[in-house]
């Protein structure tokens, strides 16, 4: 057996090593982790990816190895961010220092210097959009570089011998590697960023980017939402743009569509960041807040009201101002359903519109209703 048989080989097991840490990482951010978090979780996988790799390593020399924790680690960079980097490099060198051997100080050199060009191409390489297969060649040869550098720090024969004999295999087997890693990663973030993009689709109104109908029921049942006895009572509003029919008549369906996003921003803005605010349809929204008062809601959608009153919406022949209706309830999940409380905040909307629109109207919560 070839010793460029045995790098071949030892890359190799690293590939199926990280095929499988791919998938790991894959169902693991798909866990609701914020970005820090999988960075963390990334460098976790990477590095311990490292570390398998080097127990099963080509030896050149006595204590000189070959394995494929570079390519781990320049990936784990590429991908995982700057805490990947860190938490990778340092437990990958970790190891590397405690194998010891002539090729200590080289291998750990190499694994800080693989964790730097992969952050490099990261921050100067990656393309915002989807990573093809040269975008994956370009990160393969920048990482397969350290090796170039590390082998000064050994002797001068033993460097001419990996130059000469070793790196050639070594490039392209790294550069291999690192396109059929790289495009097992890249698959596993697309599926999870088509995820996302198919859930926010199923629960965020397309013209707005409001919560949906869909959204906010499922908000309303949510199982944190107390259900026992006596449990705080939350607010539900409904509001209605006055007149809107009008608008689209006589400003066009642009402007129209322009006072639906304008509305929903005034929502955003004067609602709390733990508020449920959706568009219900058409010119219809819905605001869920959870463990508010009635006086205290009633305030922050007075507040709601004149800052529609005050906006301008600019029209294809001049400007033109908005106001809106609003109906108010108390909801008590442990005493009604949301679809009873939605009903009840209907009536109030329609009180609403009857008694001159441009103001709020508040059904009390009565057990008998």
Known sequence: ????????????????????LSVILGTLLRTGLNKFQKSLVAGLLFGGGAVISMMSPMSVSPGVIVDGRSVMIGLGAAF????????????AGSYRAYLGGAGAVAGTTGIVLAAILGTIWARYFRPKG??????????????????????????YEIAVNLLTNVFPIYFLAAVTSAVILGTLIERERRLISSG???KQAAENDFLTGLANRRYLQMAASDPDMPAESGSPRHTLVVLDLDHFKQINDKWGHDAGDR??????????????AGDVVARQGGEEFAILMKDTSL??????????????????????AGGFHLTVSAGMV???????????????ADVALYNAKNAGRDQIKIARYSKAA
Not at 80 to 91: C, E, H
Not at 132 to 152: A, D, P, R, T, W
Not at 333 to 342: D, G, T, V
């Open 295 to 316: 006086p205290d809601a009633k305030n922050g959608m007075e507040r709601i009201l004149q800052a529609t009153r005050s906006t301008i919406i600019e029209g294809p």
């Open 1 to 20: 057996m070839t010793p460029g048989f045995d790098i071949v080989m030892s890359m190799l097991d690293s590939v199926g090593l990280m095929a499988l």
């Open 259 to 272: 006072a639906l996003v304008t509305f929903a921003d005034i929502l955003r803005q004067h609602s709390r």
């Open 80 to 91: 995982g961010g700057i805490p990947a980097a860190i938490i990778s490099a340092a437990i």
């Open 130 to 155: 989807r990573i093809k297969v040269q975008h994956l060649l370009v990160v393969g040869v920048m990482i397969s570089m350290q090796f170039v550098v590390v082998v000064f720090l050994f002797p």
């Open 330 to 344: 108390e909801y008590r999940p442990a005493e009604e359903s949301f679809s009873a409380a939605m009903s009840r």
């Open 196 to 198: 996302a993009s198919l």
